[in-house]
Structure formats: C-alpha cells, structure tokens
C-alpha cells in the first residue's frame, strides 16, 4: 500500500511557476512509476506527465511539454513537477499518482493505469 500527499500548489499569476511535490509513504517506491494529472471545474481528470520507476523514460501532455518537468528522488521517495510560464488553463486540482510498473511507462498515462491517488493540490492561474 502507498499512499500519497500533496504539497506546493497555490495562486500565481499568468507567466509565473510552481513546484508541487509529492511525498510517498510505505515500501518499494524504486518500484514505481510516478505521474500527475489534473482536474479542472467540470472537465475530466487528465494526464499531464508520467516518469517511469527507473527514471530513464518521461512522457508529457503535449499542453505542458516545453514547460512542466516531472522528476523523482527515490531516497526521499517523492516525486515533483516544476512548472513554469503558467496559463491560467492549467488551473486545476493537481493529482500525484502511482502504480508498481509492471508494463512500459506509456501504460500509465491514463488514470485508469494507475492504482494509488494522492488527494490532489490546488493550483490557480490568474491573468
């Protein structure tokens, strides 16, 4: 069992940056592949960036690709995104998520490959 907790989102104007963290408790978190996702009001939750358990293989929405990093230190058991040159269509709950990787990473960008959810972070864009 992993469970997972969010941290670092918050209000920040058009063009800024964020950096949400994702802090992993119980065992084997080497083990894992790591993303995030977000919700915005009345929309589906989506995929924004997945990093493999090794950390060799990362995959990003094309909506964030050049702008969100996703990244992982196994020895703290975390994982982050850093986000910059913020939109306010990325405001969204942001959600840390987690599954024992058991196929390649590509597997895990859906919400459905995913078995663990942290309880999400707030992040809103003002223009």
Excluded: H
């Amino acid at each position: 069992q992993v469970q997972l907790v969010e941290s670092g989102g918050g209000l920040v104007q058009a063009g800024g940056s964020l950096r949400l963290s994702c802090a992993a408790s119980g065992r084997s978190f080497s083990r894992y592949a790591m993303g995030w996702f977000r919700q915005a009001v009345g929309k589906e939750r989506e995929f924004v960036a997945v990093i493999s358990a090794s950390g060799a293989i990362i995959y990003y929405a094309d909506s964030v690709k050049g702008r969100f990093t996703i990244s992982r230190d196994s020895a703290k058991s975390a994982v982050y995104l850093q986000m910059n040159k913020l939109k306010p269509e990325d405001t969204a709950v942001y959600y840390c998520a987690g599954a024992e990787q058991q196929f390649p990473p590509v597997r895990y960008k859906t919400p459905s490959g995913m078995d663990y959810w942290g309880k999400g972070t707030l992040v809103t864009v003002s223009s």
